[in-house]
């Protein structure tokens, strides 16, 4: 179990005292708490969840919310957190992706039906155009050295104004020709979810089990100490960028298939806002070197139960912003206050 | 600006049997000279303190050794074979590394994660937790580093637990040369201790030549063979650790200041 830099933080003190009975059991719940950071949006996910089916039942429980709730709400979350995890571990953010979640379909649907590619051949063209966002992210940010945050600031307005003139504010069928492959993407009710939960545990061990992953940290933690390590601290970040935006064309493409529409409105800012929240509600630090994937996924979780669950017990969508924000705020102070308690448990 | 001009450098002491040698090493930023005309010599087994005032040109040195960044102009020779480093991973490839004065250690990572860092070893596509943890446990014990364990965040270690990890990260690989940046600053005399016993163990073990930059005299004296003194980017002593003293060392450095100062007082006279 403890392989992880962030799970390895209470195997230094002392040797367990093992109070014995429920206050112990309570105890011991509460160290574990503590020491990790994803414990504590896993509670606060598993207490929400129960709420709402204390509370709504099976309106909550009902088949057809729960897709709504894990491959509607949560996914899109996840699979943006997932990359925009990485990005934040290793000092940069990327605000651009919720604009390639929008285009995505859009260039699939130019390729088929204007340029007459094969559904499958224009799904990878998609694909490739995540990578290639990454790509041009990477090179400004890494090679000419612009912040991620201006960097993404315009490739993002640049990918609206893309999505917006291509389109001509319209929006366009699902190609024919695609439609088959898109059960195994969306349209089967939990692929959408079992895509989340498969790409979480393949990040997870990339990041605490991979070279990869530890340079990540190493490139956020300590930038010139990575470098004078010899990391090619650039070509991690290079990456970084590109996976990010390619989980962005994934979503997009899942949104697609989920909606059976491709809709100019579809980018966002919105897919970025809700990936990072859930970041940083998962315990992801800004400023680098701090993160974990399973935090993002509980995070997500945490938002998509928010998210579908308010409408269900009569709270309109408008004040859910109220608790996010308020949820930010909390989660960050309860971060900044754990890692002092940690830090002070260690000396 | 020069401060001071010494008369010519400073004999070589016995050039023969030399792991590493720099001849005429210069470095310009641009317009600054932060070092001009090095020589330096180490001998295999050798412990050389390099010492100067701050922004004499150490850490300048030191860099260029390392493979961080080439000089302007002069030549390395490792082994008597002429070498150019075109990376920090170059110069490791080819046995010399540093241990830096701003700790290269990732605070967030382990102890033993940092003993491997870009060195890890793997399974394809995973890291073997597992046997990067028993030789690290193995390698700090060997070299009597004392550390809560391998488990521990590098931000959880003392100042001196963490730049024992960092040296002993170093000696890790084998070097043939080991370049420490500082290896006592800002640290307690006890944490001092642990690095100089470290250092000691190194040099009775006789594997591995060192470079060591240090303010300490004292301590530089002690532990080292020889001294070399750089000021104003040039070498204006080489001498054997135990045919000079803390005071003679002490001397040139302000010897250095005073001409400075008369200098400056001079051209405001004049002025």
Redesign the interface.
């Known amino acids: 179990m403890?392989?992880t830099?962030e799970r390895?933080?209470g195997?230094?003190g002392a040797p367990q005292q093992g109070p014995t009975g429920v206050g112990g059991a309570m105890i011991r719940g509460l160290r574990l708490l503590g020491r990790q950071r994803e414990a504590t949006v896993f509670v606060i996910a598993v207490a929400l969840f129960l709420y709402f089916v204390i509370d709504k039942g099976s309106d909550f429980t009902s088949k057809s919310n729960q897709v709504l709730l894990w491959s509607n709400f949560t996914t899109p979350i996840i699979i943006i957190a997932l990359g925009e995890v990485f990005l934040l571990i290793c000092g940069e953010i990327d605000l651009s992706v919720g604009f390639v979640v929008g285009f995505a379909p859009f260039l699939m649907h130019f390729l088929t039906d204007f340029y007459g590619f094969p559904g499958l051949l224009a799904i990878f063209f998609a694909l490739l155009f995540g990578l290639f966002v990454g790509l041009v992210n990477g090179f400004f940010t890494v090679t000419i050295g612009v912040p991620s945050f201006i960097t993404t600031l315009g490739t993002g307005f640049i990918l609206l104004g893309l999505i917006n003139t291509t389109s001509h504010d319209q929006p366009a069928q699902v190609p024919a020709d695609v439609l088959g492959i898109g059960k195994w993407i969306a349209n089967y009710a939990w692929a959408p979810i079992i895509w989340a939960i498969l790409l979480t545990a393949v990040m997870h061990?990339v990041l605490t089990?991979?070279?990869w992953g530890?340079?990540t940290?190493?490139a956020?933690?300590?930038l010139?100490?990575?470098?004078?390590?010899?990391?090619n601290v650039g070509r991690i970040k290079y990456g970084n960028f590109m996976i990010c935006a390619l989980f962005g064309a994934f979503v997009g493409l899942q949104q697609m298939y989920y909606t059976s529409n491709i809709s100019p409105t579809l980018g966002s800012y919105q897919w970025m806002f809700y990936a990072v929240t859930a970041a940083v509600i998962g315990g992801t630090a800004m400023l680098g070197?701090?993160g974990t994937i399973i935090g993002a996924f509980f995070g997500a979780v945490v938002l998509g139960i928010l998210l579908d669950g308010f409408p269900l017990i009569g709270v309109s969508a408008d004040p859910l912003f109220i608790i996010f924000g308020a949820a930010i705020l909390v989660a960050m102070v309860a971060n900044v206050q754990l890692t002092k308690l940690r830090?002070r448990g260690?000396? | 600006m020069r401060a001071t001009t010494p008369p010519g450098q400073p004999e070589l002491i016995d050039p023969g049997g030399d792991v590493l040698r720099c001849e005429h090493i210069s470095k310009n930023y641009g317009a600054v000279t932060a070092l001009t005309d090095v020589n330096l010599h180490l001998k295999r087994g050798e412990v050389l303190g390099l010492l100067g005032d701050n922004g004499a040109g150490k850490s300048t040195l030191l860099k260029i050794l390392c493979g961080f960044q080439p000089p302007s102009s002069g030549r390395i020779l490792l082994e008597d074979r002429e070498v150019a480093f075109k990376s920090v991973d170059h110069a490791r490839s080819l046995g010399i590394d540093a241990v830096y004065q701003d700790l290269a250690l990732v605070n967030q990572l382990t102890v033993f994660q940092n003993m491997f860092l870009n060195r890890e070893k793997i399974r394809w596509p995973l890291v073997r937790n597992g046997a990067m943890r028993k030789e690290a446990r193995e390698h700090l014990d060997e070299m009597g580093v004392q550390i809560p364990s391998v488990n521990a965040p590098v931000a959880t270690l003392s100042g001196g637990q963490r730049q024992a990890v960092a040296v002993a990260r170093s000696v890790f690989s084998n070097p043939k040369i080991l370049l420490l940046d500082e290896p006592l600053a800002a640290m307690g005399v006890k944490e001092g201790a642990i690095i100089l016993d470290l250092i000691t163990r190194l040099k009775s073990e006789g594997n591995v030549s060192i470079i060591m930059i240090a303010h300490n005299y004292a301590q530089v004296i002690e532990v080292c063979d020889r001294i070399n003194m750089i000021q104003g980017g040039q070498i204006t002593l080489d001498k054997q650790a135990s045919e000079t003293s803390a005071e003679e060392l002490t001397e040139l450095v302000v010897a250095e200041y005073r001409q400075a100062l008369e200098e400056r007082q001079r051209a405001e006279r004049s002025a």
């Open positions: 403890s392989e830099a390895t933080i195997e230094t061990v089990r991979t070279r530890l340079h940290v190493s956020g933690g300590n010139l100490g990575a470098r004078e390590a010899g990391i070197g701090v830090e260690q000396r």
